[in-house]
C-alpha cells in the first residue's frame, strides 16, 4: 500500500516542475537536514523558500559499466509531519516509490533530457 501524502498543490512546483527544476537546486529550496551523502546517492529535506513546504530529496545514479551513461534519478516526496519525514528518509534507496505524491526527475539511459513528472 502507497503511503498517500498531503498534495502541495500551493507549491509553484506543483503546476510547473519542469521550470522550478531547471533552476540550482539552492535557488528554490532551503537545505534543512542531510540523511545521506555518497558518491552515487544523496537525500536531504528540503524546505521550498517560497512556499515553506517540504520535501524529502533523493538523487540516485546508477553506475553504467558497459557505456559509462549512468541513469539518474531524482525524487521529491512532499512532507508535513515528523513522521512523514521520518518515514519517507528511511525508506532504502532508490525506493520513494511507496509515496504518493512523488515528483520524478529521471534521466534514464540513452535518454536525450531529463523526464520530469508528478505521480499522483
Ligand atoms: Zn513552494
Known amino acids: 500500500m502507497p503511503l498517500m501524502l498531503k ?4 507549491c509553484a512546483l506543483w503546476t510547473d516542475p519542469e521550470a522550478t527544476l531547471a533552476n540550482p537546486l539552492k535557488q528554490h529550496f532551503a537545505l534543512h537536514a542531510t540523511f545521506v551523502e555518497e558518491s552515487h546517492w544523496w537525500r536531504y529535506l528540503l524546505e521550498c523558500r517560497e512556499c515553506g513546504q517540504r520535501y524529502v530529496y533523493e538523487f ?3 553506475v553504467d559499466w558497459a557505456d559509462g ?6 525524487t521529491l516526496v512532499p512532507v508535513e509531519t515528523q513522521a512523514e519525514i521520518d518515514a ?5 534507496q532508490g525506493c520513494l516509490g511507496g509515496f504518493i505524491p ?5 534521466w534514464p539511459k540513452g535518454a536525450a533530457r531529463h ?6
Open 7 to 10: 498534495p502541495p498543490t500551493q
Open 60 to 62: 540516485h545514479e546508477e
Open 69 to 74: 551513461d549512468d541513469p539518474q534519478y531524482v
Open 88 to 92: 519517507v528518509s528511511a525508506a532504502p
Open 102 to 106: 512523488r515528483l520524478c526527475k529521471d
Open 115 to 120: 523526464l520530469v513528472r508528478w505521480v499522483t
